[in-house]
């Protein structure tokens, strides 16, 4: 059974920075996109940040570009989302996720992803 945890959320003053943790268990993350998506209340959930398993690349929301750092570590089965430059409006559940068994592409939409993680808050207060 594939399980993903997340960690690192917590309450920040705007400017300031948190490094989100998303541990997978269950299958190894190294042939398999990982992202993240975020959910603010009254708010659709919308796409972060993603890294493809087959040559690293990133690809972020314009919102986050030049903020957030998306990175990997194959050999920990984990995933992170550094993130610097808070802003009150980056609040919200912050999930990390991946995509089924046969699938490798990344993609932005949340149809396309299988495996979910429960959620970390983050609260950015001005």
């Known amino acids: 059974q594939v399980q993903l945890v997340e960690s690192g959320g917590g309450l920040v003053q705007a400017g300031g920075s948190l490094r989100l943790s998303c541990t997978v268990s269950?299958?190894?993350?190294?042939?398999?996109?990982m992202v993240w998506f975020r959910q603010a209340p009254g708010k659709e959930r919308e796409f972060v940040a993603g890294?493809?398993?087959?040559?690293?690349?990133?690809y972020y929301a314009d919102s986050v570009k030049g903020r957030f750092t998306i990175s990997r570590d194959n050999a920990k089965n984990t995933v992170y989302l550094q993130m610097i430059g808070l802003k009150p409006e980056d609040t919200a559940v912050y999930s990390c996720?991946?995509?089924?068994?046969?699938?490798?592409?990344?993609?932005?939409?949340?149809?396309?992803?299988?495996?979910w993680g429960q959620g970390t808050q983050v609260t950015v207060s001005s």
């Open positions: 996720t991946t995509r089924g068994r046969d699938y490798s592409g990344l993609s932005y939409y949340t149809k396309d992803y299988a495996y």
């Open positions: 269950g299958r190894t993350i190294v042939r398999y996109p």
């Open positions: 890294t493809s398993w087959s040559d690293g690349s990133t």
